[in-house]
């Protein structure tokens, strides 16, 4: 009989429904019980895509024996990570204090009723291996501690909770004013850690960090620092080379278990691919690299063919992630065996993808199958062919859509299908931005029906709040800061690819809703003091935990602190409401000492820092079609990070006052520095050399 998780929203809440577990989400139900009956909480964080949670669910969670000792002795609580970050947040840091290890999933905890853990551990064996306990020993173990032990466990929780006041930013004080200095010490920073064989940062696993990438590209442009476009452009490239990236599907996995980006942990995450989306169109207008335009396409292809939801219930919003395992086995969908791909290649075909693809070495997945990756160029295989690299690069391409179709075939990774406000923001800014760089319409109209889809149904415009998540036509839960400000820089983005008068609306209706729901804000002595400014990632009228944190170092996401001061800066120029960049200002004056001390943990609040530093610049284009888009297609093929263009269709009305440049017969440019706009320009080429 399905026990209460039957009714959650998430894949991954559902998929244990079935547990003889008597699982609870979280919730009052489960916490009043807790308290009343006095026991332990067992609290377990994973979602759906991960290897680790599926693994200990089939081992421990789908026993009966195991389930009945966990019945017994604990209320047991099952949390998607992935909807609720602020649990996440809050009880991995508490792992952290415990354990003195990093987190990871599934997560472990063992709360008292009061919500403290007590005891944390991620992924449990059911019988006692990799140096790690049973897990049903340990719930015997923890049980009787909790017993036993209270005086102990209440000391132990008062330090705690002192631990979590302590380590929040304290505020920035009183100094001298901001400085670029934080800048130039992230990028030293970067370079010292950055691999110059393989590219990326540090060794194995090995993250894209496409926040730090971007961060790179966009010193190259401001310093000239060719350096930091190579640690870009570099890492790029061997990533879009190996096995990270998918070969013949397109998008990027999580993370590579190696340091060479040869072998994945096969899950592929919507978080990831939008940034690393834009990065590549970035990385093709500073460098002209046919592969980065490639790559774009491939992974914009990719978001559209499997993440964008064609069900009327979900229609335009991005799905959330595709598992990394199938038929319980990790890769199963990706990789291959020589005979599979001799049967399927013809023999010129296979003369070029074996060297091309590796398939000629020994297996590189598990000793027995091949993940396809790029061992050598294709120039290189040409030549010793002796074919053209022309005609190898069309074998290669036939070779790819047969492998395509035939995997096509195979048992697919299981895809987690709600639809997160966060993680669709980032997607579409990427297919935004992408899309505006490569002209591709349909790229752009992907990010416009899911940004539809958002204010449709998970924007609550009467109460100017969003929710976090949807599944099934169910939306539900309070959004977070992530939420806000991932989804208002996406409006602005998707603003440079095709201006519409609803969506600077929209935008400016979050903007409102991020100041009134998560800016810490004392307009009394206090706020002069600097122990105010920034923004909460919980509002204020969320739920109360044991700790409220205003985070503002990036992590597998940027930071939504960051990404708030960034895109109220540019909103800012864009509405003509100087409190955008007022509050922008605040949030970077109370981080600022944790810039300073930790620059490189803090790259998207450095971006702001920047381009408070050095004001947007805005360039703002009015006159016909179709020389208006030509406008603004050579502009949008132009490296340019630190410009928004605006591109007027005629007619556009109810425009902000910092918009409302007049129209005429021929296309017009005024380039504004801030809040300075300059005599309109007539010709393009002069405007191209002037930015």
Same mark, same amino acid.
């Given at each position: 009989m399905p026990n209460r998780l039957a009714g959650e929203t998430s894949p991954y809440l559902q998929q244990h429904k079935d547990n003889p577990v008597d699982w609870y989400p979280w919730g009052e139900e489960a916490l009043a019980r807790a308290k009343k009956e006095d026991l332990p909480i067992l609290l377990s964080i994973g979602y759906s895509a991960c290897h680790w949670c599926h693994v200990m669910a089939h081992e421990s969670f789908e026993d009966p024996d195991v389930a009945a000792v966990m019945n017994q002795l604990f209320v047991n609580i099952k949390v998607d990570r992935e909807e609720r970050p602020d649990l996440d947040q809050i009880y991995q840091l508490a792992h952290q204090m415990l354990s003195q290890r990093p987190g990871g999933w599934p997560l472990t905890v063992f709360l008292t009723p009061g919500q403290v853990p007590f005891f944390a551990g991620t992924y449990f064996p059911k019988q006692s291996r990799y140096g790690l306990i049973g897990f049903p020993e340990l719930l015997s173990n923890i049980?009787?501690?909790?017993?036993?032990?209270?005086?102990?466990?209440?000391?132990?929780?008062?330090?705690?909770?002192?631990?979590?006041?302590?380590?929040?930013?304290?505020?920035?004080?009183?100094?001298?004013?901001?400085?670029?200095?934080?800048?130039?010490?992230?990028?030293?920073?970067?370079?010292?850690?950055?691999?110059?064989?393989?590219?990326?940062?540090?060794?194995?696993?090995?993250?894209?960090?496409?926040?730090?990438?971007?961060?790179?590209?966009?010193?190259?442009?401001?310093?000239?620092?060719?350096?930091?476009?190579?640690?870009?452009?570099?890492?790029?490239?061997?990533?879009?080379?190996?096995?990270?990236?998918?070969?013949?599907?397109?998008?990027?996995?999580?993370?590579?278990?190696?340091?060479e980006w040869m072998i994945p942990h096969f899950e592929k995450m919507l978080y990831d691919n939008g940034p690393l989306l834009a990065l590549a169109a970035d990385a093709w207008c500073a460098t002209g690299k046919p592969l980065f335009?490639?790559?774009?396409?491939?992974?914009?292809?990719?978001?559209?063919?499997?993440?964008?939801?064609?069900?009327?219930?979900?229609?335009?919003?991005?799905?959330?992630?595709?598992?990394?395992?199938?038929?319980?086995?990790?890769?199963?969908?990706?990789?291959?065996?020589?005979?599979?791909?001799?049967?399927?290649?013809?023999?010129?075909?296979?003369?070029?993808?074996?060297?091309?693809?590796?398939?000629?070495?020994?297996?590189?997945?598990?000793?027995?199958?091949?993940?396809l990756h790029v061992t050598q160029p294709l120039a290189a295989v040409a030549s010793r062919l002796g074919k053209a690299e022309a005609q190898c690069e069309a074998l290669v391409d036939s070779a790819r859509a047969k492998l395509f179709a035939a995997r096509e075939r195979r048992v697919?990774?299981?895809?987690?299908?709600?639809?997160?406000?966060?993680?669709?923001?980032?997607m579409i800014a990427g297919m935004a931005h992408a899309g505006r760089v490569f002209g591709r319409a349909d790229w752009v109209d992907s990010a416009a029906r899911a940004l539809g889809f958002i204010r449709s149904t998970l924007w609550k415009r009467d109460e100017a709040r969003l929710l976090a998540t949807c599944k099934d036509g169910r939306a539900h839960l309070n959004?977070?800061?992530?939420?806000?400000?991932? =989804?208002?820089?996406? *409006?602005? /983005?998707?603003?440079? @690819? +095709?201006?519409?008068?609803?969506? %600077? $609306? &929209?935008?400016?209706?979050?903007?409102?809703?991020?100041?009134?729901?998560?800016?810490?804000?004392?307009?009394?002595?206090?706020?002069?003091?600097g122990s105010h400014g920034g923004f909460f990632f919980t509002s204020h009228d969320h739920e109360s935990?044991?700790?409220?944190?205003?985070?503002?170092?990036?992590?597998?996401?940027?930071?939504?602190?960051?990404?708030?001061?960034?895109?109220?800066?540019? =909103?800012?120029?864009? *509405?003509? /409401?100087?409190?955008? @960049? +007022?509050?922008?200002?605040?949030? %970077? $004056? &109370?981080?600022?000492?944790?810039?300073?001390?930790?620059?490189?943990?803090?790259?998207?609040?450095?971006?702001?820092?920047?381009?408070?530093l050095s004001p947007t610049r805005t360039v703002i284009l009015r006159g016909p079609r179709p020389e208006l888009e030509r406008w603004r297609r050579t502009l949008a093929e132009r490296y340019l990070p630190a410009t928004m263009v605006i591109a007027l269709p005629p007619g556009s009305?109810? =425009?902000?006052?910092?918009?409302?440049?007049?129209?005429? @017969?021929a296309v017009a440019a005024w380039v504004c520095e801030g809040t300075t706009c300059l005599a309109p320009v007539s010709d393009l080429e002069a405007l191209c050399a002037s930015l």
């Open positions: 049980a009787s501690i909790y017993r036993e032990r209270q005086a102990e466990i209440a000391q132990q929780n008062d330090a705690l909770l002192d631990a979590f006041r302590r380590m929040e930013p304290s505020g920035g004080g009183h100094h001298a004013g901001f400085s670029a200095a934080p800048i130039g010490d992230a990028l030293v920073a970067h370079k010292g850690s950055f691999d110059p064989h393989h590219g990326g940062f540090g060794g194995a696993p090995k993250f894209p960090h496409p926040a730090e990438l971007q961060f790179c590209l966009r010193r190259h442009k401001a310093a000239r620092d060719d350096e930091a476009l190579h640690i870009a452009a570099h890492t790029l490239e061997r990533m879009a080379q190996g096995g990270i990236y998918d070969q013949l599907g397109g998008g990027f996995c999580r993370y590579s278990v190696d340091g335009a490639r790559v774009a396409a491939e992974t914009a292809g990719w978001v559209m063919r499997e993440m964008q939801s064609q069900e009327s219930e979900n229609a335009g919003g991005y799905y959330s992630s595709l598992d990394a395992d199938s038929e319980h086995e990790e890769g199963k969908f990706y990789v291959w065996s020589r005979e599979e791909v001799g049967s399927l290649l013809s023999a010129d075909e296979l003369a070029v993808a074996s060297p091309y693809w590796g398939l000629d070495g020994p297996a590189n997945f598990e000793g027995q199958h091949w993940h697919r990774p299981g895809r987690d299908e709600k639809v997160l406000t966060s993680w669709n923001a980032l959004a977070y800061l992530d939420d806000y400000a991932f =989804l208002l820089a996406a *409006a602005i /983005e998707l603003l440079q @690819a +095709e201006y519409r008068a609803d969506t %600077l $609306e &929209f935008a400016v209706a979050l903007a409102d809703a991020l100041l009134a729901r998560f800016e810490d804000r004392d307009d009394g002595e206090a706020a002069s003091s935990l044991i700790h409220r944190s205003k985070p503002g170092h990036d992590n597998a996401t940027p930071s939504g602190n960051g990404m708030a001061a960034f895109a109220l800066q540019r =909103l800012a120029y864009l *509405a003509g /409401e100087p409190r955008y @960049a +007022e509050a922008a200002g605040r949030a %970077l $004056e &109370f981080f600022y000492p944790a810039i300073v001390n930790h620059p490189g943990a803090h790259t998207s609040l450095l971006v702001a820092l920047e381009e408070h009305g109810n =425009l902000p006052q910092v918009l409302a440049k007049p129209e005429s @017969a």
